[in-house]
């Protein structure tokens, strides 16, 4: 017979023959047991023998009531026996039977009478364990309502991985009935979710056995389509006690909620992980470049494509940033990541350059009210708004700017600029909390920013000062030939006090000076110029240096507890002479032709200030041609050498044969390491006949 020509089941499929025989019967272990009117057992099952402990050779024949049941219970399970076979009505309830081993079980009983074709009757016993029963039923009560009443999806597919049924929970997931899935595949009922990939899983859970836990589906149903939702699911193959394989097993539970708090929550702990690390990196030096530099390699990548520190120019010229409602922002950039590569990085001001922005543009808006302006999405006629110019909103529009975000940098209650942020492609647009994170950053970073400005303004100042307090050109002597240097310390360094002088006197003589005030600042400035001008007061009288320091020396006292060391030496051209005094100062240097580069061998003396103890004076040959290198120690001290191996440097250096200016060049290359955090002054005068 073809499978057409098959007999239809109840279900309206062909049959397909025999199938493996379910497992559930064989866990009840329903035992068999037919009675003839007498009550004599005509069949015992092979359960029955296991259930009530007799083998079939011994009940065979016997009357059941006597084998089974206790005496007391002759009477009534007698009538019980009588109804069945008179009326024809079963009979079913639990009922206790004596075991061979003498014990009492409870059996749960459905009786109910036959009859063969010969019109003869019979009794059909069919008895089950009740404890076994019994924990069957619980577990099918307790199954059905957790299934019921679970917040968690659940839902069954046959072997062709088509709903058989639904809890409640999964109807509301899906927005649709039970009705709706039985019968369906999961594409048919859940078009909006990957449901292919889903069934895809759920036949290899089919045939391998190996369970999928807690994996990830995201998508929409019909009970929310306008929003995504994030499930995580598991499936299991379903089989009987006997290995059949009855359908996939699939549990739902919505953890949308759960994942939007994770990522809040790891959002949260990258932003403090990034202020932790600004913290970490911003303000490193005082140097204005250096510091806004550095709050724009920690907002790129982790906040934005592009970002760009600007600081009005008039904050830092030193003057009042308040902007009216009609006034243009001028600008001036100070640092910009990355430093090339997009056409968005293009259309930025580069660092140095100062740029006016329209009144209507969102950075103008940004310092002048001291608010933060956000465009989540950018469109393309907010581009003019946000570029300088026409150029660059076009090289905006093409490196595809599509979010911007720019926060004020405000310190001390001033707004000193902005902090400019831009997202190009493959980017999500910025949100509130990039805005909290962006001000954190331009919070913290203001304040170290305007430390760094009002350093460098002062540092500005005190060099400005001390310059103007230095002789551009040591004036021109017959007798001698000078070049001077003074080169500041490193950009993150205050100035200090360090001085040089040549000073002409009667008879063809010169002083020649080089000094150091300890300590840095305009204050160091200040006492050097009152130093100088006292030397030069002093110069006037002609007298012996050691004299000339010792009145230095009062000077000093006088000056708020300042501390200075400072050579001072008198040419003599005609005595062909040098008369040196030392007050505490690095010994000068002789440099002869035909002799070796030398240190003069000078009593050290006392620093300035000190007081109370004498100076002296050395005189030295000093011929035409001979040289004197002043220098302060910013040019030979370093913390990775000794001092005498830096002064051994210095006279190696040293050449009678080389031009003085070719010389100054070469001692500052050589000697001076532009982190150096101190100034130096170095003054070379060599000896020239008289006309």
Same mark, same amino acid.
Request: glycine share 8%; net charge negative; hydrophobic share 45%.
């Given at each position: 017979?073809?499978?057409?020509?098959?007999?239809?089941?109840?279900?309206?499929?062909?049959?397909?023959?025999?199938?493996?025989?379910?497992?559930?019967?064989?866990?009840?272990?329903?035992?068999?047991? &037919? !009675? @003839? *009117?007498?009550? +004599?057992? =005509?069949?015992?099952? $092979?359960?029955? /023998?296991?259930?009530? #402990?007799?083998? %079939?050779?011994?009940?065979?024949?016997?009357?059941?009531?006597?084998?089974?049941?206790?005496?007391?219970?002759?009477?009534?399970?007698?009538?019980?026996?009588?109804?069945?076979?008179?009326?024809?009505?079963?009979?079913?309830?639990?009922?206790?039977?004596?075991?061979?081993?003498?014990?009492?079980?409870?059996?749960?009983?459905?009786?109910?009478?036959?009859?063969?074709?010969?019109?003869?009757?019979?009794?059909?016993?069919?008895?089950?364990?009740?404890?076994?029963?019994?924990?069957?039923?619980?577990?099918?009560?307790?199954?059905?309502?957790?299934?019921?009443?679970?917040?968690?999806?659940?839902? &069954? !597919? @046959? *072997?062709?991985? +088509?709903? =058989?049924?639904?809890? $409640?929970?999964? /109807?509301?997931?899906? #927005?649709?009935? %039970?009705?709706?899935?039985?019968?369906?595949?999961?594409?048919?009922?859940?078009?909006?979710?990957?449901?292919?990939?889903?069934?895809?899983?759920?036949?290899?859970?089919?045939?391998?056995?190996?369970?999928?836990?807690?994996?990830?589906?995201?998508?929409?149903?019909?009970?929310?389509?306008?929003?995504?939702?994030?499930?995580?699911?598991?499936?299991?193959?379903?089989?009987?006690?006997?290995?059949?394989?009855?359908?996939?097993?699939?549990?739902?539970?919505?953890?949308?909620?759960?994942?939007?708090?994770?990522?809040?929550?790891?959002?949260?702990?990258?932003?403090?992980?990034?202020?932790?690390?600004?913290?970490?990196?911003?303000?490193?030096?005082?140097?204005?470049?250096?510091?806004?530099?550095?709050?724009?390699?920690?907002?790129?990548?982790?906040?934005?494509?592009?970002?760009?520190?600007?600081?009005?120019?008039?904050?830092?010229?030193?003057?009042?940033?308040?902007?009216?409602?009609?006034?243009?922002?001028?600008?001036?950039?100070?640092?910009?990541?990355?430093?090339?590569?997009?056409?968005?990085?293009?259309?930025?001001?580069?660092?140095?350059?100062?740029?006016?922005?329209?009144?209507?543009?969102?950075?103008?808006?940004?310092?002048?009210?001291?608010?933060?302006?956000?465009?989540?999405?950018?469109?393309?006629?907010?581009?003019?708004?946000?570029?300088?110019?026409?150029?660059?909103?076009?090289?905006?529009?093409?490196?595809?700017?599509?979010?911007?975000?720019?926060?004020?940098?405000?310190?001390?209650?001033?707004?000193?600029?902005?902090?400019?942020?831009?997202?190009?492609?493959?980017?999500?647009?910025?949100?509130?909390?990039?805005?909290?994170?962006?001000?954190?950053?331009?919070?913290?970073?203001?304040?170290?920013?305007?430390?760094?400005?009002?350093?460098?303004?002062?540092?500005?100042?005190?060099?400005?000062?001390?310059?103007?307090?230095?002789?551009?050109?040591?004036?021109?002597?017959?007798?001698?030939?000078?070049?001077?240097?003074?080169?500041?310390?490193?950009?993150?360094?205050?100035?200090?006090?360090?001085?040089?002088?040549?000073?002409?006197?009667?008879?063809?003589?010169?002083?020649?000076?080089?000094?150091?005030?300890?300590?840095?600042?305009?204050?160091?400035?200040?006492?050097?110029?009152?130093?100088?001008?006292?030397?030069?007061?002093?110069?006037?009288?002609?007298?012996?240096?050691?004299?000339?320091?010792?009145?230095?020396?009062?000077?000093?006292?006088?000056?708020?507890?300042?501390?200075?060391?400072?050579?001072?030496?008198?040419?003599?051209?005609?005595?062909?002479?040098?008369?040196?005094?030392?007050?505490?100062?690095?010994?000068?240097?002789?440099?002869?032709?035909?002799?070796?580069?030398?240190?003069?061998?000078?009593?050290?003396?006392?620093?300035?200030?000190?007081?109370?103890?004498?100076?002296?004076?050395?005189?030295?040959?000093?011929?035409?041609?001979?040289?004197?290198?002043?220098?302060?120690?910013?040019?030979?001290?370093?913390?990775?050498?000794?001092?005498?191996?830096?002064?051994?440097?210095?006279?190696?250096?040293?050449?009678?044969?080389?031009?003085?200016?070719?010389?100054?060049?070469?001692?500052?290359?050589?000697?001076?390491?532009?982190?150096?955090?101190?100034?130096?002054?170095?003054?070379?005068?060599?000896?020239?006949?008289?006309?």
């Amino acid at each position: 017979m073809s499978a057409a020509e098959a007999p239809a089941t109840e279900s309206g499929e062909p049959a397909r023959g025999p199938v493996r025989p379910g497992g559930l019967l064989d866990v009840l272990g329903v035992a068999s047991v &037919v !009675l @003839d *009117t007498d009550g +004599r057992i =005509v069949l015992w099952s $092979p359960q029955a /023998e296991e259930l009530f #402990g007799y083998s %079939a050779q011994e009940a065979l024949g016997r009357y059941a009531a006597r084998l089974m049941v206790h005496e007391r219970h002759i009477q009534l399970v007698g009538k019980l026996f009588a109804d069945v076979m008179r009326t024809g009505q079963s009979w079913a309830g639990g009922f206790p039977v004596r075991h061979k081993d003498g014990s009492t079980r409870l059996v749960e009983f459905r009786n109910m009478r036959l009859l063969d074709d010969r019109g003869d009757v019979f009794a059909l016993g069919l008895a089950v364990d009740q404890s076994t029963v019994r924990r069957l039923e619980q577990d099918v009560a307790l199954s059905e309502r957790m299934v019921k009443q679970s917040p968690i999806g659940y839902a &069954v !597919l @046959d *072997t062709e991985l +088509r709903f =058989v049924s639904v809890n $409640p929970a999964l /109807e509301r997931i899906n #927005g649709l009935p %039970a009705a709706e899935h039985v019968g369906r595949t999961l594409p048919e009922v859940l078009p909006q979710l990957d449901a292919a990939a889903l069934e895809a899983a759920a036949r290899r859970v089919l045939e391998t056995g190996v369970p999928l836990v807690d994996d990830t589906l995201v998508g929409r149903t019909p009970a929310d389509e306008g929003t995504d939702h994030i499930w995580s699911h598991s499936l299991y193959r379903l089989e009987d006690t006997l290995g059949n394989v009855l359908g996939v097993a699939v549990s739902l539970v919505d953890i949308t909620e759960q994942h939007l708090a994770s990522q809040e929550a790891e959002a949260a702990r990258c932003r403090l992980a990034v202020i932790a690390d600004a913290s970490a990196r911003i303000g490193t030096t005082l140097e204005l470049e250096r510091t806004a530099s550095e709050l724009a390699e920690v907002a790129v990548p982790e906040l934005a494509d592009v970002a760009a520190v600007d600081l009005l120019d008039a904050v830092v010229e030193g003057r009042p940033s308040a902007l009216g409602p009609s006034e243009s922002a001028v600008i001036r950039a100070l640092a910009l990541r990355p430093e090339t590569g997009s056409e968005a990085v293009r259309a930025a001001d580069r660092p140095g350059q100062i740029a006016r922005y329209a009144p209507d543009r969102l950075v103008t808006e940004c310092v002048r009210t001291g608010e933060a302006v956000l465009v989540p999405r950018v469109r393309d006629e907010d581009l003019p708004r946000i570029a300088r110019s026409a150029e660059a909103a076009k090289l905006l529009g093409r490196a595809g700017l599509h979010s911007y975000l720019a926060v004020p940098l405000i310190a001390r209650g001033e707004v000193l600029g902005a902090l400019d942020l831009k997202r190009t492609r493959n980017r999500a647009p910025f949100d509130k909390d990039d805005v909290l994170l962006a001000r954190e950053l331009a919070a913290r970073a203001a304040v170290q920013i305007d430390n760094a400005r009002w350093y460098q303004n002062a540092r500005n100042t005190a060099l400005t000062l001390q310059r103007s307090l230095l002789p551009s050109h040591p004036p021109v002597t017959t007798a001698l030939e000078v070049a001077s240097r003074y080169q500041p310390a490193g950009a993150t360094s205050e100035v200090g006090g360090d001085w040089f002088d040549v000073i002409p006197l009667e008879g063809d003589k010169t002083a020649l000076v080089v000094g150091d005030v300890m300590g840095s600042g305009v204050s160091a400035a200040a006492t050097m110029g009152r130093l100088r001008t006292a030397t030069t007061t002093l110069a006037a009288l002609d007298l012996d240096p050691a004299r000339l320091l010792e009145h230095l020396d009062k000077t000093t006292s006088a000056l708020d507890h300042s501390i200075a060391t400072c050579v001072y030496a008198i040419h003599d051209p005609h005595l062909r002479q040098c008369r040196i005094a030392n007050a505490g100062h690095l010994p000068p240097a002789r440099v002869r032709p035909g002799h070796a580069p030398e240190l003069l061998d000078l009593p050290t003396g006392v620093p300035l200030g000190v007081g109370g103890v004498a100076f002296s004076s050395v005189t030295v040959d000093f011929a035409p041609g001979d040289e004197l290198v002043f220098y302060t120690d910013g040019l030979v001290e370093t913390r990775r050498h000794s001092l005498d191996e830096r002064l051994a440097s210095l006279l190696s250096l040293l050449d009678p044969a080389r031009p003085l200016e070719e010389t100054c060049d070469l001692l500052l290359r050589m000697l001076h390491h532009p982190d150096n955090h101190d100034d130096v002054a170095l003054l070379i005068a060599r000896a020239q006949e008289l006309p």
